[in-house]
């Protein structure tokens, strides 16, 4: 489910833009009123006899197929659904709308508490409308990158995560599947999903640490899969009369040269990770582009950006950290520019490649991520 908030200018999730937008939301939950913690899973009613016996007729399914279901489901599927999202001891309710039409991804989430915030998606178009800040945030994402969406588990991702299936309960009046991905090591997060047997949308969803405690979680409170959706359910409901645009990307004239011979990367990496995406970005606001890179190892994702400092900014020896329920940002300086490195994993990872990340030779670089 969405994963994109924090302050500071700590940039979660694969772009600049979608963290800042929801950094906001981070604000706001700080003055919300303490939730209680989440229930414990053990308490979710379990199937009854004879709602097992009928499931035993069926084939029976690996845990890993139920996940590629699950993301099946999630970016093919139509739904309307509005739920709970807990995190860091405050509860916040949001409604989420996915639309696939002809081919294109259409998707809405909207904040229900008050701040009204809203992340329209169409296709490779993302805009992030924030009331109050009175802005409009404006980005292109990945056509196939969905705001909802669980990443795909392969044979390589498998090798740094146990995923099973410890039982089958009832949620809201539905069998589910209660699948696990555990992490083998301290330098990513686990999950609990709990599957629609016969959708296999995710009606509950849990992050947990290397304990297995909950550190985030996202209850399904209603969820409809309706055939067809109007255009105008994607329409934002705020007024953005005064607002300010901000957009980011790097406009063709004012692209800078791409150098012959130098490129950042990560000299080391934690176990399984590897860098995936190599991009240049604009904060918004600026037409100062930033080096982006992106390490992944199929489940988690650690965003790294790179922006050439000036003056005595350059020469100071800065190296601040910050965790926020799953979300971590470790910045540093190296060589007069400021690495940041943010990603929903623990603080120990981000800390790991933002102090990896050096400028190097392109094609030995090339090389070594072959």
């Not at 190296?319 to 799953?326: F, H, N």
Request: contains cysteine; aromatic residues 6%.
């Amino acid at each position: 489910m969405p994963r994109a908030r924090r302050r500071n200018g700590a940039l979660i999730g694969l772009t600049l833009a979608w963290a800042f937008a929801a950094a906001a939301v981070a604000e706001d939950a700080s003055q919300a009123p303490a939730a209680p913690q989440p229930p414990d899973p053990a308490r979710a009613q379990r199937t009854s006899p004879t709602q097992a016996s009928a499931q035993k007729t069926l084939p029976a399914q690996a845990p890993t197929q139920w996940l590629e279901r699950m993301n099946h489901a999630l970016t093919t599927r139509n739904y309307d659904g509005t739920f709970s999202h807990w995190h860091g001891g405050h509860v916040e309710m949001l409604r989420i709308i996915h639309r696939v039409q002809d081919g294109s991804v259409s998707e809405r989430l909207a904040s229900l508490d008050g701040s009204g915030r809203e992340f329209i998606r169409t296709g490779p178009n993302l805009a992030c409308y924030l009331p109050d800040k009175r802005t409009v945030l404006v980005e292109q994402r990945p056509p196939q990158e969905s705001l909802v969406g669980f990443p795909a588990v392969n044979d390589q991702t498998a090798s740094f995560y146990d995923i099973r299936e410890i039982g089958r309960m009832r949620l809201n009046r539905r069998d589910t599947h209660v699948i696990t991905v555990s992490p083998r090591d301290e330098y990513r997060y686990g999950y609990r999903l709990w599957i629609d047997d016969s959708t296999a949308m995710p009606l509950k969803t849990q992050l947990c640490d290397a304990h297995g405690r909950v550190i985030e979680q996202v209850v399904f409170a209603s969820l409809s899969l309706p055939a067809r959706i109007a255009d105008s359910a994607f329409h934002p409901e705020v007024s953005t009369a005064g607002f300010q645009w901000l957009r980011t990307g790097m406009p063709p004239q004012t692209m800078p040269p791409v150098p012959a011979t130098l490129a950042w990367n990560a000299l080391r990496l934690p176990p399984g990770f590897r860098m995936t995406v190599r991009s240049a970005q604009v904060l918004p606001g600026s037409n100062q582009p930033v080096d982006h890179l992106v390490f992944t190892d199929g489940v988690a994702s650690v965003s790294v950006f790179v922006e050439t400092q000036s003056g005595s900014a350059a020469q100071a020896p800065l190296a601040q950290s910050a965790a926020v329920g799953s979300s971590s940002a470790f910045s540093t300086v190296v060589d007069g520019h400021k690495i940041t490195a943010v990603g929903e994993v623990p603080l120990a990872t981000v800390q790991f490649i933002a102090t990896q990340v050096k400028a190097q030779d392109l094609a030995s670089s090339g090389a070594a991520h072959r």
